[in-house]
């Protein structure tokens, strides 16, 4: 049930990177920005209200050995946009 009824008219967002998933705090701040920028470029698709991303799942810290790696990068836009544009249809 909606706690308030007044929705917003654009798309605003919250954002869950537990520290036991992502221990090095250069790698949330990688990660956060990384949904920040996919929300941008996704928001005229997606319905306004309020969106959480939350990292449901670490990662390999052997295929990622460098927090702020381009391998987890990619990785990370990737998935954050098939995500966003599933939830857009």
């Given at each position: ?55 449901r ?7 990622y ?25």
């Open positions: 049930m909606p706690v308030d009824n007044s929705a917003p008219a654009d798309v605003w967002l919250g954002l869950v990177l537990p520290k036991r998933l992502a221990r090095r705090a250069v790698t949330r701040q990688l990660l956060k920005r990384q949904m920040r920028e996919a929300v941008r470029r996704h928001a005229h698709r997606l319905p306004p209200g309020l969106w959480v991303l939350r990292l799942a670490g990662f390999d810290v052997r295929e050995p460098s927090a702020a790696s381009q391998a987890l990068r990619r990785a990370a836009r990737t998935e954050l946009d098939a995500m966003l544009t599933a939830c857009a249809r």
